[in-house]
T-cell receptor, first 112, second 113 residues
């Protein structure tokens, strides 16, 4: 059974710092991995999707990497801003069906 | 509409009542998913539709939970005889195809008293 773990559960950093969020999964037979952002009381916003054949994806200040064989992904946020404060979730999709298996999320707080 | 919409946004039910939660996916999206998110946790899969066909309902926690998508667009998640442990945010997502990016609605927060 696929299990997804995110470390740390919470992170507080001063504005301007570069930071890394970690995601690990137990079954390397994945179709893709997706990083989401969730603001309080809101739904999920997709940030980056990495196919299993890819090593990384970039969007603006965000860079996500995928090491499928070791079951790990990282989300790198450059030059963090207070507006980046939110909960970040990673989710993997297996090779059968479309359902996503989520981690518990990392709650990020960026202090001005 | 431009995105996935859900209604109601908030629902308070007395224990034992039946509730119905609605999801309007992005127009043209074939796949539709329901997830349950408890406070402080990541979403957990409930069920999945491709058009009107329910292809996976392995995540439904009990037979009190029922979902339908009769015409392949709008979907309804029904919970019968609600219990306190059903209190959660129920998220709906749609994607253009099975393996594509899933776009989430704002969720319905259900509180069972």
């Amino acid at each position: 059974k696929q299990e997804v773990t995110q470390i740390p559960a919470a992170l507080s950093v001063p504005e301007g710092e570069n930071l890394v969020l970690n995601c690990s999964f137990t079954d390397s037979a994945i179709y893709n991995l997706q990083w989401f952002r969730q603001d309080p009381g809101k739904g999920l916003t997709s940030l980056l999707l990495i196919q299993s054949s890819q090593r990384e994806q970039t969007s603006g200040r965000l860079n996500a990497s995928l090491d499928k064989s070791s079951g790990r992904s990282t989300l790198y946020i450059a030059a963090s801003q207070p507006g980046d404060s939110a909960t970040y979730l990673c989710a993997v999709r297996g090779n059968q069906g479309g359902k996503l298996i989520f981690g518990q999320g990392t709650e990020l707080s960026v202090k001005p | 509409g431009a995105g996935v919409s859900q209604s109601p946004r908030y629902k308070v039910a007395k224990r034992g009542q039946d509730v119905a939660l609605r999801c309007d996916p992005i127009s043209g999206h074939v796949s539709l998913f329901w997830y349950q998110q408890a406070l402080g946790q990541g979403p957990e899969f409930l069920t999945y539709f491709q058009n009107e066909a329910q292809l996976d309902k392995s995540g439904l926690p009990s037979d009190r939970f029922f979902a339908e998508r009769p015409e392949g667009s709008v979907s309804t998640l029904k919970i019968q005889r609600t219990q306190q442990e059903d209190s959660a945010v129920y998220l709906c997502a749609s994607s253009l195809a099975e393996g594509g990016t899933q776009y989430f609605g704002p969720g319905t927060r259900l509180t069972v008293l």
